[in-house]
């Protein structure tokens, strides 16, 4: 009895500890994330004058987005970043594979490399974006060094051209954030028991046989992860865009993402400078969020269907 | 024995290959940035690869005073700190009682936090750039410490509860016994026994602090509260042609970060391990 009185006591003082010790946390994360992020679904539905909300225009919003002049932006920005999640996907997750393997199979020295491979990841995208850009500037050092191995002639002008600028800036991202698949995965293949590639190494498989059908589908969770998380990055894109081709995503919108495009929205860079659309910046941002979290989840399903469990 | 080994040694060579081409292609562009700091314009474009032909310092010089990255250097060291002790702090407390109270609603309490690790905040940034001027938290140090925390709480909140609930619940008994109050529980007892996982949400804090560039682009307008990404950001484009100026710019801006990696690349390559998702 005593007892009983007593814990019902002590869970009374929890009850009111926690609400006390959780109150700042969630007052925080409330105002900050969680209210702005709902008003900013709900402020899709209406109308705006400037930074005035007017009245309820229903999916007016939307249907503006999908239609000149704003459709073309939207696909254009969409196409490049889908294209910036595959050339992530091969240049850094694929790569990043092959680094991982091949510190797998040597054993020693991997904290190493992982350590080196790492770094620019802890290094701000503005910081790789603005050293690339004078690296890669006609008369830097890339230029000169290709011109002097024969590779290339003449000036170098990658990021001005339509045609490679996109592709050089998913290349300087894959860079900057190689260092994670390979820690990633070498996590992964570490969790691996040995008697597996032992068993495969008697059957006769050889180490590209080993990679892709004993290693591959056991690493099944660690794919999932960076899928999913540079999926993420990938629709998040803005920094590396904005020092290396400025806001407009030049030359010619050959860069543009969707973040940057809803930045110009929201914050008066399209069009006549100055003026702002926030109706259709939260109509965009709307459907970025569904897509981001629909993608997500989905993604986050199709990899735990897929995990191989010995 | 040896006939075997020397093959299997030739084999392992295209493996070694590709790793030193990548540890290269990581390297050789930041020993380009550490050796331009110290040179002139001129001497960039006519001695690219060598040392510099003398150590000075002019480059840091001017971009310390001149181009006033010193004051940038100090607002970001203020809001990175201040963020730091904010999220650590709010977040310990919280995961406490989420972690190691029997409340009937923590479940539904941390799913909240939790979701917060994929929310696309930067989609809300309208929203968001009205609350802080309704707020007048405008160009201010103190908000971007508050949005910052606000954005790192969900990822805190999971690794502290993470790291808490595994202790042995005789720990905060014997301490309840013994009549000390829940406050000093979690913060003389719990806390220094999660030491880990403070380290692993300071380290990610900080780095994702330090180098974020959107929120103060949206937020900071006066030259005096800008911070480190920013002022960079603006140094690109105005001294374009003074490639001393912005190779040691970039320098300075990464020196924390920098000095930071080298004393704790461990626990980074472990903490990236325990939680993932630092961008």
Known sequence: MTKLRRTTSLQRTQQRMAVLFILPALAIYGLFVL???LLSLWG???TWKGLRMQEFAGLANFSRLF??????????????NVAW??????????????FAWLLFL?????????SVFFFPAVLSPVIVGALWRLLLAPGGIVEWALNGLGLHQGSLTVLGNSHTALGTLIAVDAWNWMGLPVLIYTAGLRQISPQVFEAAKLDGAGNARMLFSVALPLLMPALGTLTTLSFINTFNQFDIVYVMQGVQGNPSYATDTLVTYFYRLAFGA????????????LALGTMLFLVLSIGTLLMLRFFDKRTVEL | MTTLAIPQKLARLPGWIVLLVWTAAVLLPLYVLVVSCFKTTAEIYDNRLGLPRSWALDNFVRAWTRADLGHNFINSLIVTGGAVALTIVVSAMAAYPLSRYRLGWNGIMLGLFLSGIMLPIRLASVELFTLMRGLGLLDSLTGLILVYSAIRIPFAVFIFANFMRVLPSELDEAARMDGAGETRILFQIVLPMVKPAVSIVAIFTAIAVWNDFFFPLIFIFDDRYKTVPLA???????????WGLVF??????????????????RQIREGVGAGGGMK
């Open chain 1, 35 to 37: 209210y702005p992020l």
């Open chain 1, 106 to 114: 040597r054993g020693r020295g991997a904290a190493f490399f992982q």
């Open chain 2, 232 to 242: 960079i950001s603006v140094f690109v484009g105005q001294f374009r042609t003074d």
């Open chain 2, 248 to 265: 040691a710019s970039l320098a300075i801006s990464m020196a924390p970060i920098l000095i930071m990696y080298c004393l704790l690349a």
């Open chain 1, 44 to 46: 899709s539905f209406f």
């Open chain 1, 85 to 98: 999640f595959f050339g992530i996907m091969l240049l850094q997750n694929g790569l990043g594979l092959l």
């Open chain 1, 270 to 281: 399209e069009g006549a400078v100055g003026i702002t659309d926030i109706g259709l910046a």
């Open chain 1, 67 to 80: 239609v000149f002049p704003s459709g073309a932006r939207l696909y254009g920005a969409l196409w490049h």
